[in-house]
């Protein structure tokens, strides 16, 4: 069965420092590689996406994607309370376009 | 770019009856929209693929007589949830994607609770 983990935290970080969130994936097809945010009782919201090897960065985040290793993560600089929220990975399984979703990370950053 | 309304976003209501929920795309041609549903503290779950068009394709365990999906046009699907009863009570999004490989957006959801 195709999978998608993350470690489901909480991860507290103190504000102002990185945050590193981590995801792997069993299939080794798999084509494209997404991180959403979720803040409680919202629907998804999409931060980044990533379809290569190496990194991509945006404003505050980057994403960082190792096909060989099968993980892709997702760093956060200079975290801000605003960021406490679920972070989801998915993840496209090969030959369709079809999210298979981690389970998500929770995000505390702290005051 | 790429908004997805979803509506209604709250929904309560009384066993037996059936709820339908619209999902458009305002700014995009959504050729393929997809519903999810989530239970509280647990990610999305796909129910099924919806190309404009043609019959849904739903996911192993649901039920197609229950969750009737129709996406009549380029920019709207709308999920029916039949007969509802209290264990169909949950967080109801749509998705919807243009083109090969962008992004899923999502709509804001429907929270749905049936008594």
């Known amino acids: 069965q195709k999978e998608v983990e993350q470690n489901s935290g909480p991860l507290s970080v103190p504000e102002g420092a990185i945050a590193s969130l981590n995801c792997t994936y069993s299939d080794r097809g798999s084509q494209s590689f997404f991180w959403y945010r979720q803040y409680s009782g919202k629907s998804p919201e999409l931060i980044m996406f990533?379809?290569?090897?190496g990194d991509k960065e945006d404003g505050r985040f980057t994403a960082q994607l190792n096909k060989a290793s099968q993980y892709v993560s997702l760093l956060i600089r200079d975290s801000q309370p605003s960021d406490s929220a679920t972070y989801l990975c998915?993840?496209?399984?090969?030959?369709?376009?079809?999210?298979?979703f981690g389970t998500g990370t929770r995000l505390k950053v702290l005051a | 770019g790429a908004v997805v309304s979803q509506h209604p976003s709250w929904v309560i209501c009384k066993s037996g009856t059936s709820v339908k929920i619209e999902c458009r795309s305002l700014d995009f041609q959504a050729t393929t929209m997809f519903w999810y549903r989530q239970f509280p503290k647990q990610s999305l779950m796909l129910m099924a693929t919806?190309?404009?068009?043609?019959?849904?394709?739903?996911e192993q365990g649901v039920e197609k007589d229950k969750f009737l999906i129709n996406h009549a046009s380029l920019t709207l699907s709308t999920l029916t949830v039949t007969s509802a009863h209290p264990e169909d009570s949950s967080f109801y999004i749509c998705s919807a994607r243009d083109v090969s490989n962008q992004p899923q957006h999502f709509g804001d959801g429907t929270r749905l609770s049936i008594l």
């Open positions: 919806s190309n404009e068009g043609s019959k849904a394709t739903y």
């Open positions: 990533i379809y290569s090897n």
């Open positions: 998915a993840v496209t399984t090969s030959g369709t376009y079809k999210y298979i």
